[in-house]
């Protein structure tokens, strides 16, 4: 109110003031110059309150020139057109500079608000980047309560009437705000506006409650306000990256560890495992009943020997030493490392020329074995070994005449610890062809599975010759 006042005052005090010098200086300047100096609170007037004040002071400086400085004096009469003109053009003078002002004025307003708008969001984003994320939420939350009154953004519902309850779900369905001061549920005593952006789908909200003073927020408030919420939601947004961040520092933490202890626990293992097997292996030669010991033993072994490899392809520490080897010798070397069952057969139809192929030969060898092993456990009667020559690369194969594999579960059958529900293939420790598989990339070899002429599953490998 009171710089209302002053913007109406001071100008007739500035117009007085002209009136009082001019009147005395008449003499001296003229009524030309006289005319001028009129224009000086007008165009204050105008500047300072705008098109009132202005047009106040264009008026009663007209009134002061023709009453004061005008003949006949101390009348309103104008005596004369050149008179006329100069009060018409005092008027018109003071009404165009009073519209230029209040455009300026304006003008001014708008950049203001806009600098103070981005400052607020500036000092948001300050606060948000902070310390930690929990910290750091809460500080802007509070800064913007500090400034918009009680907000909340933690998706309870207490507290809330049902229509704001309504007006909540509407604005988490739709992704746009509602409630208190929107086009949607205006009757609500809180707005709801989504702290992610319209179109990627609401998570949470921020409710802010109607202001102290009962007034309706405008529209360009809320529009404001909606910035606000999306930086805060970005602040919860970086809340759940931190939290899936120590997740996944957690679980990589305690596989490690459990890496650590099953490469352990093996290695731990193998010396007596060895010493027992060729212990076994001794007295199987003098008491047949010592067979079926050796050939648990001789499992047991191997699967200290797959945990051990597990161990080192998923720590990367694998690093094939390539040599020509003769797939035949492979073959026959991998053979004499397995039982076959009663029972079975096991046998290979490898081409006496075939070609060298470059491979590490102790992977290899554990490559061949787990494969072996895995169709002596699914095959009905026979599993055989065959391998050729196409296309420049060595193709080999290891094939039973058992159930297969589905050719849905064929990409994660090589996944660690993967069991195909309802099949014999549940049996075993998931490992084996775990193994194969990153064996086989070490080496620079491509391990795939199909259908055998035999009936079951064909498990074959692509190597360079």
Known sequence: MWRV?????????????????????????GLASAAL?????????????????????????AGAYNYFLLPPYFSFHVHGPDHAVSVLV??????????????????EEEANARAAISEELAQISRLLAKGSPVEALERARAYVAGIYGPLRIDGAQDGFSSLDQAAAAWAMHNGDA??????????AEWTFLPLSPKGRGAHALMALARPADGQTRPMAQIEHIQQVALLLGQGCDRIALDEERRARETLAESDRLRRTFLASLAHDFRTPLTVITGQL???????????????????????????????????????????????????????????????????????????????????????????????????????????????????????????GVPPADRARIFERFA?????????????GLAIVRGFAEAMGMQVSIEDSPLGGARFILRMGA
């Open 5 to 29: 006042l002053t913007s109406y005052a001071v100008p007739l005090l500035g117009i007085a003031l002209v009136t009082w010098i001019t009147s005395a200086m008449l003499a001296q300047w």
């Open 37 to 61: 100096l009129f224009l000086l609170p007008v165009l204050l007037g105008a500047a300072r309150g705008g098109l009132g004040p202005g047009l106040l002071a264009a008026l009663a400086g």
């Open 90 to 107: 005092l008027v018109l003078v003071a009404l165009v500079t009073s519209r230029l002002a209040t455009r300026l004025r304006a003008r």
């Open 178 to 187: 509602t409630g208190h001061g929107t086009g949607v549920m205006a009757a």
């Open 281 to 403: 292996e001794a007295l199987a030669k003098r008491s047949p009943e010592a067979g079926e010991a050796l050939n648990a033993a001789r499992r047991l072994e191997r699967t200290m020997s797959d945990l051990i490899a597990a161990a080192r392809i998923e720590e990367g520490s694998l690093s094939p030493q390539a040599e020509s080897l003769d797939l035949i010798d492979a073959a026959d070397a991998a053979f004499g490392a397995v039982a076959v069952p009663a029972g079975l057969s096991l046998g290979h139809a490898i081409p006496a020329d075939l070609p060298f192929v470059r491979a590490d030969a102790v992977l290899l060898h554990h490559v061949l074995i787990n494969l072996i092993d895995n169709a002596l456990g699914h095959a009905a009667s026979q599993v055989m070994l065959g391998a050729a020559l196409r296309d420049g690369q060595v193709t080999l194969w290891v094939e039973d005449d058992g159930p």
């Open 419 to 431: 069991r195909i529900e309802g099949g014999d293939r549940a049996k075993g420790s998931g490992l």
